[in-house]
């Protein structure tokens, strides 16, 4: 009988952790002031900023040398991450990026915003938004690797630290996604 | 002296260095989430005008991260040389910077956003980061292609002070102002498409503001820290080095290090050109010493295995400039001890000898001290002497290489 109240109780506390109410996103400037402060932490502390696609790079790099290391030995690109005995995920922007999942999920569950769902504009199916949002993850990421960092390693890190290349770069992502907005005007609106 | 960054590689084990990392990630990812970064239709919204949280947050954060920065570099806390400032590769950062705003307006994600967003279960998230994994695997198929492209229009360590050649306070203050020009701008646009009321924005906004803008004119009025002061602040402990003799390797060393191919050697002869011109070992750069501080932002970009030798006809010069790069936190500096004199007393040949006319009288500090009626160059055996050439000596290495503080690859290897 104790195992069945126990069972409960966890069904009941899971529950209650994934059905709290919504909350609202902080205030922008907040936000902001938060981020500049783990952002300073970070470079304070270890010397280098953050960064998502990096991350993102080592885990493919990683999966590519179980599935075929012998392909990752003769492409250069991938030699200097995962070649011969190196393992890709030996690195600290892995653990930025795991940390990141971690903390989004933290704070989604806190205030009630983990939920299985998908945004969209109001003219698209969910699976026309899928479609786009692989799509754009794909262009994103292909640039990403292309300038050597995304928003995140170049635009607000490098924009921190003022490196002139960094701010060449921020101002062709926000550029770009005005350039392209028109375009693609009935994704979102 | 200046502590920060800390060399954290040296302090922690492995998983302590990274249990940071991890820590930092999750700060990272639960400000992206609680600023509402998991939804796609806010961060589109950016680009419609309707909400401009992205742009807010952003330079808020670039503002508040800059400020920090080098506030702290500004009263000796932080050594801004040993922190990772993104290098500049022109042409491959703007192309791919708008491949970037495609994808964002596309996808309506940037790949750290799309991480919180998977993490909270958005579907359009967990799309797009598989999007992202096989957009990476595509770019390392095909980016050995286009390799100058890749790695053309690198202009190094470039910041914006270089750039604009405008003191960094001055160049903070200017990026402070534009941000809250956005912001103000920004605020109106929200209002005109988002049909968003100003009024009910806190009005702590305001005090911010001029909080940043005082900072940032403190900045100006604090100034970086000079070669001088870095020095300083070393000095006690860098000038016992000196002094203790420990800085200064022997010929035998330095010639065992030509011959060692582990290691990046950088050899700097900081002589007049006529010196240099009469005599130099090979493969060493003849540097002015006035020529060294513009060159330290790409000493300090090398790899970790480089190893300068400072070198003069004696050592006064070579320790002038040695004791500019140990205080700009150029990592592995030596000088060679008796400078080039010595190196030529020591390895000289009879080919040498042939064009020696003696040595010169009076001889003043730090000067050639062999008269040469050619210029030699480094054609002659002496500029590259072979290890089986010459009876070796013990002697005590000097040189030890250290861990690089500065890291060599910022969040995007």
């Known amino acids: 009988m104790t195992t069945a109240t126990e069972a409960q109780n966890k069904e009941g506390f899971f529950k209650r952790l994934f059905n709290r109410p919504e909350k609202e996103y902080w205030n922008a400037y907040t936000g902001g002031i938060v981020l500049g ?33 012998g392909h990752v030995d ?25 940390g990141a999942i971690i903390g989004g999920f933290i704070s989604g569950l806190r ?79 | 002296m200046t502590i920060f960054p800390l060399p954290i590689d040296t302090i922690f084990l492995k998983i302590g260095v990274y249990a940071i990392y991890l820590l930092i990630g999750i700060g990272f990812g639960y400000v992206l989430e609680s600023s509402g970064f998991n939804k796609s239709t806010k961060l589109a919204a950016q680009f ?10 952003f330079f808020t954060a670039i503002v508040v991260g800059m400020l920090l920065i080098f506030g702290a570099a500004a009263i000796g806390l932080l050594d801004y040389n040993l922190i990772w400032v993104n290098p500049t590769y022109l042409w491959s950062g703007v192309i791919g910077g708008l491949v970037m705003g495609m994808g964002f307006i596309v996808g309506g994600f940037c790949p750290g956003t799309s991480l919180t967003a998977l993490a909270t279960l958005k579907v359009d998230g967990m799309f797009y980061v598989a999007g992202a994994l096989t957009g990476i695997f595509a770019f390392s198929e095909t980016i050995d292609e286009v390799p100058h492209f890749f790695n053309g ?28 020009f956005m912001f103000w701008g920004g605020e109106k646009l929200e209002a005109i498409y988002g049909n968003k009321d100003i009024s009910k924005e806190p009005k702590g906004r ?22 001088a002061d ?17 800085v200064q390797i022997v010929t035998e060393e330095l010639l065992h290090t030509m011959h060692d191919s582990k290691l990046n050697l950088v050899m700097l002869d900081v002589r007049e050109e006529k010196d240099f011109n009469l005599f130099h070992i090979t493969d060493s750069d003849h540097v002015l010493p006035e020529e060294i501080p513009a060159l330290i932002n790409d000493f300090i970009a090398l790899p970790a295995n480089s190893l300068f030798v400072i070198m003069s006809n004696d050592e006064t010069r070579a320790t002038e400039v040695w004791k500019y790069m140990v205080a700009e936190s150029v ?39 062999y008269i040469l009626t050619s210029a030699l160059g480094d054609h002659c055996p002496a500029a590259y002497p072979h290890l089986e050439d010459h009876e070796h000596v013990e002697y005590e290495p000097r040189i030890k290489m250290e861990l690089k503080r500065a890291p060599s690859a910022g969040g995007c290897g």
Not at chain 1, 42 to 60: D, E, K, P, W, Y
Not at chain 1, 147 to 156: V, Y
Not at chain 2, 155 to 180: I, K
Not at chain 2, 206 to 227: D, K, R
Request: proline share 3%; charged share 15%; with cysteine.
């Open chain 2, 331 to 369: 990592p592995n500096v030596y000088i060679l001890e008796g400078g080039l004199n010595n190196w030529v007393d020591t390895y000289a040949t009879p080919y040498e000898d042939e064009y020696c006319a003696g040595e010169k009288e009076n001889l003043q500090d730090d000067e050639f001290k």
């Open chain 2, 230 to 246: 870095r020095w300083n602040w070393i000095s006690g402990e860098q000038q016992a080095r000196l002094d203790n003799r420990e």
């Open chain 1, 37 to 69: 402060l783990v952002l300073f932490t970070s470079i304070f502390i270890t010397g280098n900023g953050l960064g998502a696609s990096g991350g993102l790079s080592r885990f493919v790099a990683f999966i590519e040398d179980i599935v075929a290391p």
């Open chain 2, 153 to 180: 229009s690198y202009f190094g360590r470039l910041t914006l002070m270089d750039l604009f050649d405008l003191p960094t306070g001055v160049v903070a203050l200017l990026v402070t102002l534009m941000a809250l």
């Open chain 2, 206 to 227: 305001y005090v911010g503001a001029g909080v940043f803008v005082v900072a940032a004119i403190g900045l100006i009025a604090l100034g970086q820290p000079t070669n």
């Open chain 1, 74 to 98: 003769r492409v250069p690109y991938l030699i200097k991450t995962a070649g011969g005995e190196l393992n890709a995920l030996d690195n600290w922007i892995v653990f930025i990026s795991i």
């Open chain 1, 111 to 189: 205030n009630g915003r983990v939920k299985l769902e998908t945004h969209k504009g109001p003219k698209i199916t969910n699976k026309q938004r899928w479609f786009y949002a692989f799509v754009g993850g794909f262009l994103f990421s292909y640039g990403a690797r292309l300038a050597r960092g995304c928003t995140s390693g170049q635009a607000l890190s490098g924009g921190a630290t003022l490196s002139a290349g960094s701010w060449a770069v921020m101002f062709a992502i926000f550029g770009g996604a005005y350039l392209f907005a028109y375009a693609f005007r009935k994704l979102w609106n």
């Open chain 2, 48 to 57: 419609y005008f309707k909400d401009l949280t992205v742009f807010k947050v």
